[in-house]
C-alpha cells in the first residue's frame, strides 16, 4: 500500500507512516522549503520506504 502526501509545507511524517502497511510506502508530492525531519528508525526498522520524485533531487542538487 501507499500513501500519497501533497501537503505542500512542513508536517510530521510520523503519523503517516505508522499507518503503512509492512513495506508501505509514503509518496511526497508536496515540496517543502525546509529540510524533512522524521525519525528514521521508523522507516528502517518498519520496513517501509520514503519515495521522492525527481523534482526533489532537482531542488537538493540546486542547494549544493
Do not use: R
Not at 41 to 61: A, E, R
Request: glycine share 4%.
Amino acid at each position: 500500500d501507499y500513501i500519497l502526501d501533497t501537503i505542500p509545507s512542513a508536517h510530521p511524517l510520523e503519523p503517516y507512516i505508522s499507518l503503512l502497511k509492512l513495506n508501505g510506502q509514503l509518496v511526497m508530492l508536496g515540496v517543502v522549503p525546509s529540510p524533512l525531519q522524521f525519525v528514521t528508525s521508523t522507516l528502517i526498522l518498519g520496513k517501509y520506504d520514503l519515495v521522492l520524485p525527481n523534482i526533489w533531487h532537482m531542488l537538493f542538487s540546486c542547494h549544493l
